[in-house]
């Protein structure tokens, strides 16, 4: 039976406004799909291929399998610089807590802001935090523990490294034995974050040899990238900082490879495909000499260790075309060094004045007054301008008056030596004599001794191919204007004595002059503008551009490319005022300053020109030893210049290493015989 | 016997007793199929949608999702079918329970629950972890309904529609400070559309969403001011960070970022077992917020307007039904759990496609969570003992016209 309806029970009927709501909601969902529907279709249908390639992207990650750098060889093909592969191992800095990063960024504040404080107010170092957390301190504490270091390093790398590179992986250290290396892969749940990675080092074979000339590597950085010479580079790539690895690091540098990994968003490894293989670096043959090179560094060393000298500096030049045959500076370093994270301890040994300054290349950055090693140039210009005839006689009797006060300068010991002439003024280095010169040149237009000293090198750089040559000063008329100048307006400004010039507004005077014929005053030359300027006097016709780059080869040894010179500079030369200046360089080597030191040399087969220095240099406790000379063999020609800081005379301690060097040279037996002229 | 019938088809005849249930017995179908059929191509969709992209999330054990969503679905089905069978008029007796139960488990999770990213939704009851807000969205809807019909002689004074907001407001201020913003904006979503489908008039929505921009208004830029925390650092950054979200990828953006990234790689036929962005996690909950950006990725557009359709196609059997409920409660009934799915839905997959904010609100049906899916369940089962009473209602209507 079928119930009655109950009327309450009956369906409502709809009100238009039910009706109207329903029709909205029912519009309004429509909306909604609709704006779906369409974003859909622009993501996936008209974009869908550009969010593909950032799908591909997020999930391939690319490691750069570094390439190793090319060889550095001598001119024989001895390797001066090679590659060693060795185990980095490296921290993520995703792996460490957040405390640990924040502290870094917070040092890396403090130190900032100490640097911008004006030194003496800088207050003590900003001391390195400990580790954020306990479990970062374990952390650290064990792993030292493999790796044989103190966690306290540790630590400080990872600071120092964070708070310069954020997002780098942190080197905890380089070059870790097989074993270590097999045991952190192992367990990587022990060490998390801790990666291994195989980078090529930097070997050098023969030690220290050529220290300061192969240069250091390193990560190319924020202000390199940049530059138009690295163009190119992507990011991370090793490159060349300093002395041949820079200058002739885009044949050295290969490009890098890669192996693409694929990756899940926690960043654990799925798969490996090779990607690109890395293309090794070419090697680069140097001009150098390594027996020149070995010998010279030997005894420039063994010199200053007996003292007085403290540093020094060498080069040995081919004077027909630059070719730089050896060129070294003590004291020195291990490069090697250089290729590992630099304590503190080390930097202060590489840079400080304490000890040497190891890094400083004395040979092409060290500048001095040359001494009587100028005074060939002196002679060209007084020659050259007529002031004097190669055969006037001129009486020393030890001192001179020079300028309108009057003003006595005198010979080393006030030795009188007679009436000379040019060539016995150069081979006894008669300091009257050429004071005289410069009190002749000095009253002449234009002023010719300077501009015959720029003419053989002096006053710019050489334009060697290794960078961080010093160009030197050839003090004129204009300079000492300049400085004048400059003093008085830094007076103005600062209120007290600047060390520009000495306030007195003093103009260039004869004095100057007199001092520059001589090789003293404010003049500055380094060891390669001398060796430039004497080879430019023994081949007599161009100034040399000297460099250290021969030839770019393969790894095979086979020949690339040549590395062309840079042009040379032709210099006319009287040939008479040439001829007798050579005169006086031999005779100074067979019964003059120097005479000596070539005792026993077969001076009829390579007959030596060469010329002492002694320069008096202000607040130093002695006298700058020089000696430059050349042998021109018409097969094999060199030319060296030797300086010892603090060194003496000349003959003393200069002269013989240059003699080690140019036997070497000749394979002549090498003799060690110090001179003993007291001649400047 | 009942009262002799009233002439007047004004709305109170809703004030039936709960004795008085049509039978449903000699309908053909005592559902929607078309209904059904949504729900089921959905389940179906969340089943492979799942399996693929949890294949790797639990080792050793592949199907550790997918076994546990389809119980999920089979549980939800029995309850949908239990609920479906039953005259949901009866519902109107439970609304002082439905809404002290619903309080009542907001503050128990808030007492007992167990914290997971960071906020307290859910009570670990053994077997499963129940997230008391989930199943709020329901009870809520049916005491705010019933609460409406008691009210239906003044449904367009003020009074009904404050009170009515202030129930759903409660609620959705509790849920929010766990934090669980999603869900406590449903709330809200369903207070109004309850208001909505009871006719409460234009100018009390004015007037609410003036109130509402007032309000975020004061959340956002005046309590930061003033130095009070009313939203979370996270969930403000999450917020606004869909506005521009390249502005820092590593972070707020990050997740809208690979979302999108997943979607658009998906192109027009999806990538299948080659989408990367799900395998390797880049994807993250990319079985439960971010699984629509899973369809997307795999099977492309193709894929992803199936599941739209298979939404809009509930949605559109949900007007349906909500035209012949058999009475007010089960319009406003209807009209909530329409209202619900629409948002969430375009909620969840705006978030995906990088038009919404990251709010965690699930996709109904399709994400991973017995709470929400059986809370869908639920809502599914209202609607078809609704479309049931109300075709039953509407063939006896017409059998006792015809005697």
């Keep these: ?129 400990p580790p954020a957390t306990p479990q970062t301190e374990q952390r650290f504490t064990s792993l030292a523990r493999v790796l044989g270091m103190s966690p306290r390093t540790i630590q400080e790398r990872v600071v120092k490294s964070l708070a310069m590179l954020p997002y780098a992986d942190i080197t905890v250290k380089v070059d870790v034995d097989v074993p270590k290396r097999n045991y952190l892969v192992e367990q990587p749940e022990r060490f998390p974050g801790v990666s291994v990675e195989r980078r090529y080092l930097r070997r050098y074979p023969h030690g220290t040899l050529a220290a300061q000339l192969v240069g250091s590597i390193g990560e190319i950085d924020e202000q390199e990238l940049k530059l138009k010479r690295f163009k190119g580079v992507p990011q991370g790539t090793v490159i060349g900082q300093a002395g041949l690895e820079r200058a002739y690091d885009q044949y050295l540098r290969g490009v890098d490879g890669s192996t693409r990994i694929a990756i899940d968003a926690l960043g654990r490894p799925k798969s490996t495909t090779q990607g690109r293989d890395p293309t090794p670096g070419r090697s680069v043959r140097t001009t150098l000499d390594g027996g020149v090179q070995e010998t010279g560094e030997k005894y420039l060393r063994q010199v200053i260790e007996q003292g007085p000298g403290v540093a020094g500096g060498f080069v040995a030049l081919d004077p027909r075309n630059g070719d730089v ?89 006030h030795e009188a030596l007679g009436p000379v ?176 030191v070539w005792k026993g040399w077969p001076q009829d087969r390579y007959p030596v020109f060469g010329k002492t220095g002694t320069a008096q240099r202000v607040n130093r406790p002695n006298d700058q030893s020089w000696y430059v000379c050349f042998v021109n063999d018409r097969a094999r020609p060199i030319v060296v210049a030797v300086t010892v800081e603090d060194g003496g005379w000349g003959a003393e301690a200069a002269a013989p290493i240059a003699r080690t060097i140019v036997s070497n040279w000749y394979r002549e037996p090498i003799k060690f015989v110090a001179g003993k002229s007291h001649t400047r | 016997m009942p009262p002799p019938a009233l002439t007047t088809p004004i709305r109170d005849v809703d004030d039936v007793p709960v004795a008085a249930t049509a039978r449903t017995a000699g309908l053909a179908l005592p559902f929607d199929p078309l209904l ?41 089905l029995v309850l949908a079918v239990v609920l479906a069978r039953i005259d949901y008029s009866r519902l109107r007796a439970t609304k002082y329970f439905a809404y002290g139960l619903l309080i009542a488990s907001i503050l128990a999770v808030q007492a007992l629950g167990t914290v997971a990213r960071g906020s307290r939704r859910a009570i670990d009851v053994g077997f499963f972890s129940f997230q008391a807000s989930e199943l709020g969205k329901v009870l809520l809807l049916v005491a705010l309904s019933a609460f409406v019909v008691d009210r239906s002689r003044t449904l367009h004074h003020r009074d009904t529609t404050v009170r009515v907001m202030l129930l759903a407001l409660i609620p959705a201020g509790l849920v929010i400070i766990q934090p669980d913003l999603g869900s406590g904006l449903v709330y809200v979503v369903i207070g109004l559309a309850v208001l909505f489908i009871a006719g409460a008039g234009w100018r009390h929505f004015a007037a609410l969403f003036a109130l509402g921009a007032v309000a975020v208004a004061l959340t956002l830029v005046v309590a930061p001011k003033v130095g009070v925390t009313v939203l979370h650092g996270y969930q403000k950054d ?121 709010t965690g609100i699930p996709l109904p049906l399709l994400s991973y969570g017995g709470s929400s899916v059986l809370t869908t369940f639920l809502a599914v089962g209202l609607l078809q003992s609704i479309y049931a009473q109300g075709r039953a209602s509407a063939a006896i209507k017409g059998r006792g016209l015809a005697i």
């Excluded at chain 1, 090693?373 to 002196?378: A, H």
């Excluded at chain 2, 959905?42 to 949890?54: D, N």
């Design chain 1, 1 to 129: 039976m079928i119930e009655p309806v109950a009327a309450e029970d009956r369906r409502p009927p709809i009100t238009p406004q039910l009706a109207l709501r329903i029709a909205l909601l029912g519009g309004f969902a429509f909306v909604l799909f609709a704006i779906i529907f369409f974003r859909l279709w622009y993501l996936q249908v008209l974009s869908g291929d550009q969010y593909l390639q950032q799908a591909r992207d997020n999930r391939v990650r690319e490691v750069r399998v570094q390439a190793p750098r090319g060889n550095v060889l001598d001119r024989n093909g001895d390797v001066l610089v090679e590659n060693r592969a060795a185990t980095v191992v490296q921290l993520d800095p995703e792996a460490l807590p957040v405390a640990e990063r924040d502290a870094a960024a917070t040092w890396g504040q403090r130190v900032t802001a100490r640097s911008k404080r004006p030194k003496g107010k800088r207050g003590p170092l900003v001391a390195i935090p």
């Design chain 1, 325 to 413: 045959l050896g060129l070294g500076s003590y004291p020195t370093f291990k490069p090697s060094v250089l290729s590992r994270p630099l304590t503190q301890q080390m930097a202060d040994r590489l840079y400080s004045d304490k000890f040497g300054a190891p890094l400083f290349n004395r040979a092409i950055s060290g500048s001095y007054p040359t001494g009587s090693t100028f005074k060939p140039i002196t002679a060209l210009a007084a020659m050259s301008t007529g002031v004097v005839q190669p055969r006037d006689v001129i009486d020393d009797n030890g001192c001179i008056k020079i300028g309108a006060n009057h003003e006595e300068r005198c010979n080393a010991g």
């Design chain 1, 421 to 596: 002439n040019m060539t016995s003024a150069l081979s006894k280095s008669s300091d009257v004599y050429f004071y005289t010169m410069g009190q002749r040149l000095n009253y002449l237009a234009g002023q010719p001794l300077q501009r015959w000293a720029r003419r053989l090198g002096l006053g710019h750089s050489t334009g060697i191919d290794v960078p961080g040559e010093f160009g030197g000063t050839v003090p004129d008329r204009a300079w000492r204007d300049r400085l004048n100048a400059k003093e008085a307006r830094c007076r103005k400004r600062v209120h007290r004595a600047c060390g520009y010039a000495d306030g007195t507004d003093r103009p260039w005077t004869e004095g100057d002059e007199v001092n520059l014929a001589v090789g003293q005053g404010d003049l500055q030359a380094t060891p390669l503008q001398m060796a430039v300027a004497y080879a430019t006097l023994a081949n007599g016709t161009h100034r040399v551009r000297p460099h250290l780059g021969a030839a770019v080869e393969d790894a095979g040894g086979r020949l690339l490319q040549r590395i062309e010179p840079g042009t040379s500079k032709a210099v006319r030369f009287d040939p008479i005022a040439r001829q007798t200046i050579l005169d006086g360089l031999h005779d100074a080597t067979v019964d003059g300053t120097s005479a000596d």
């Design chain 2, 36 to 76: 059904l059929l949504a729900v089921v191509g959905l389940c179906a969709a969340s089943l492979v949608t799942i399996s693929g992209a949890t294949a790797d999330d639990v080792t050793g054990d592949p199907h550790y999702f997918v076994d546990r969503q389809a119980v999920y679905f089979v549980v939800g």
């Design chain 2, 238 to 358: 999450r917020l606004t960070a869909f506005l521009n979200p390249t502005d820092n990828p590593a972070k707020q953006g990050y997740q809208q970022n690979q979302s999108r990234i997943a979607i658009g790689s998906g192109e027009k036929t999806g990538r299948g077992d080659r989408a990367t962005q799900t395998k390797y996690n880049f994807l993250p909950e990319h079985h439960t917020d971010f699984v629509f950006a899973v369809v997307g990725e795999r099977w492309g557009f193709a894929g992803a307007a199936f599941v739209l359709s298979m939404y809009a196609l509930l949605i559109w059997r949900g007007l349906r039904i909500l035209t012949i409920a058999k009475n007010l409660f089960g319009a406003l009934i209807a009209g909530g759990i329409v209202s619900m799915l629409l948002f969430q839905v375009f909620v969840n997959v705006g978030m995906t496609i990088g038009i919404m904010p990251i």
